[in-house]
């Protein structure tokens, strides 16, 4: 991004700023060791001149004299060992700190057990009056309320921040709400057992993870479904031609966090999974931003057919995705400001208008620019 002279001189600072932090303490671990020799030595010179010179009358024989040396030599070995331990031992007493802060730490083990185990979810989906905080001083959510019917398909729409992903995290039961109520067909979520509760939920990121299993291990996930559904979820997500130019088709080993494909092939894979799954709801976070536009519009039709008769929710930011869902919810700085379907939002010329009025400026004005600039290359 070049940004390497920032980098450089953001180096250059912490390397001076540990070069001052350490400074006394080399000082420090320099001086004392040779201090602390050099009193030794005087010491041991003092007792044989004060004994060789009879000075104040001491007059010792060679082996008190001897006894003397060594009682001072003794005197002087712990704490020579001390100075020469010195950095040892503060590192020490930091390591003791933080084993303290890790021991005073809650435990904090998430409840996969209790609670009401579903069976046939309709995927109904009702907040009332939620308010939420990570950490319990901004408020993400204001007081939203909304109702997803079983079937139908939703969208959340808005600027970066303005919780849409927290909304999915909350249905997921990732974290828990300070106020009101989330119900999953009229059941409160707190009740139902949290496996339970994600079975029944499919959820696609941005950035899906890739386990270093195969491409099957990786669609099923240690879910009992057959080679012919995982086939069949292959070719739904349109990702039949590249699960074949793979050398050993599904039984191919990916790399750690699939590392080894593109973006757009973790994220077919990830299509896969979901609809192997087939899960009663869906929750889809810009899922095709990596897809190329045919492939997109491929899986696009797969999704219409599967999400027929299910609970969808999609966040969006390019607009043009979400034109044919059935409610639109459109989000601001934590709260709700509008709701309906794309063309009465559109209508009523709000917050949705404009932000769908900007969206397609400024895709006009990169075509406008694509074209200029294509223009003036040719030209050149």
Same mark, same amino acid.
């Given at each position: 991004?070049?940004?390497?002279?920032?980098?450089?001189?953001?180096?250059? @600072?912490?390397?001076?700023?540990?070069?001052?932090?350490?400074?006394?303490?080399?000082?420090?671990?320099? #001086?004392?060791?040779?201090?602390?020799?050099?009193?030794?030595?005087?010491?041991?010179?003092?007792? %044989?001149?004060?004994?060789?010179?009879?000075? =104040?009358?001491?007059?010792?024989?060679?082996?008190?004299?001897? %006894?003397?040396?060594?009682?001072?030599?003794?005197?002087?070995?712990?704490?020579?060992?001390?100075?020469?331990?010195?950095?040892?031992?503060?590192?020490? #007493?930091?390591?003791?700190?933080?084993? $303290?802060?890790?021991?005073?730490?809650?435990?904090?083990?998430?409840?996969?057990?209790?609670?009401?185990?579903?069976?046939?979810?309709?995927?109904?989906?009702?907040?009332?009056?939620?308010?939420?905080? $990570?950490?319990?001083?901004?408020?993400?959510l204001k007081n939203v309320s909304f109702v997803v019917e079983p079937g139908q398909s939703i969208a959340l729409v808005g600027k970066t921040?303005?919780?849409?992903?927290?909304?999915?995290?909350?249905?997921?039961?990732?974290?828990?709400?300070?106020?009101?109520?989330?119900?999953?067909?009229?059941?409160?979520?707190?009740?139902?057992?949290?496996?339970?509760?994600?079975?029944?939920?499919?959820?696609?990121?941005?950035?899906?993870?890739?386990? =270093?299993?195969?491409?099957?291990?990786?669609? @099923?996930?240690?879910?009992?479904?057959?080679?012919?559904?995982?086939?069949? =979820?292959? @070719?739904?997500?349109?990702?039949?031609?590249?699960?074949?130019?793979?050398?050993?088709?599904?039984?191919?080993?990916?790399?750690?966090?699939?590392?080894?494909?593109?973006?757009?092939?973790?994220?077919?894979?990830?299509?896969?999974?979901?609809? =192997?799954?087939?899960?009663?709801?869906?929750?889809?976070?810009?899922?095709?931003?990596?897809?190329?536009?045919?492939?997109?519009?491929?899986?696009?039709?797969?999704?219409?057919?599967?999400?027929?008769?299910?609970?969808?929710? #999609?966040?969006?930011?390019?607009?043009?995705?979400?034109?044919? %869902?059935?409610?639109?919810?459109?989000?601001?700085?934590?709260?709700? %400001?509008?709701?309906?379907?794309?063309?009465?939002?559109? @209508?009523?010329?709000?917050?949705?208008?404009?932000?769908?009025?900007? $969206?397609?400026?400024?895709?006009?004005?990169?075509?406008?620019?694509?074209?200029? #600039?294509?223009?003036?290359?040719?030209?050149?």
């Amino acid at each position: 991004f070049n940004i390497q002279h920032e980098k450089q001189k953001e180096c250059k @600072k912490y390397t001076s700023d540990y070069c001052k932090s350490r400074l006394p303490g080399g000082i420090i671990e320099g #001086f004392l060791p040779g201090f602390m020799t050099i009193m030794e030595n005087v010491s041991v010179a003092i007792i %044989v001149w004060t004994c060789v010179n009879h000075w =104040a009358g001491i007059n010792l024989e060679v082996g008190l004299i001897y %006894v003397f040396i060594t009682y001072i030599k003794q005197l002087f070995e712990p704490i020579t060992r001390t100075i020469d331990n010195l950095e040892t031992v503060q590192e020490a #007493f930091v390591s003791i700190n933080k084993i $303290y802060d890790i021991l005073d730490k809650k435990e904090y083990i998430e409840d996969l057990e209790s609670g009401i185990k579903l069976k046939d979810v309709k995927g109904k989906i009702e907040f009332k009056n939620v308010w939420f905080s $990570y950490d319990n001083n901004k408020w993400i959510l204001k007081n939203v309320s909304f109702v997803v019917e079983p079937g139908q398909s939703i969208a959340l729409v808005g600027k970066t921040g303005c919780g849409k992903t927290t909304i999915t995290n909350l249905i997921n039961r990732f974290y828990e709400i300070q106020q009101g109520e989330i119900l999953l067909d009229g059941v409160n979520i707190k009740d139902i057992n949290k496996r339970s509760l994600r079975k029944h939920i499919g959820i696609i990121l941005q950035d899906p993870f890739i386990f =270093a299993r195969t491409i099957q291990e990786n669609i @099923k996930l240690n879910n009992h479904i057959s080679e012919d559904q995982i086939i069949e =979820a292959i @070719k739904l997500a349109s990702a039949q031609d590249f699960v074949n130019s793979l050398p050993n088709n599904i039984n191919e080993i990916a790399k750690e966090r699939g590392a080894s494909y593109s973006e757009g092939q973790k994220q077919l894979l990830a299509f896969a999974r979901i609809f =192997a799954h087939n899960p009663s709801i869906f929750i889809l976070d810009e899922a095709t931003a990596n897809i190329d536009t045919n492939t997109e519009l491929l899986i696009q039709k797969s999704i219409d057919i599967i999400s027929a008769k299910k609970t969808s929710i #999609f966040i969006a930011h390019r607009l043009s995705t979400i034109v044919n %869902v059935d409610k639109i919810i459109v989000l601001n700085e934590g709260e709700i %400001v509008e709701m309906g379907n794309h063309s009465e939002l559109l @209508k009523t010329g709000g917050y949705y208008s404009k932000l769908y009025n900007s $969206y397609y400026t400024s895709l006009r004005i990169m075509v406008i620019d694509s074209y200029y #600039f294509a223009r003036t290359y040719y030209i050149v």
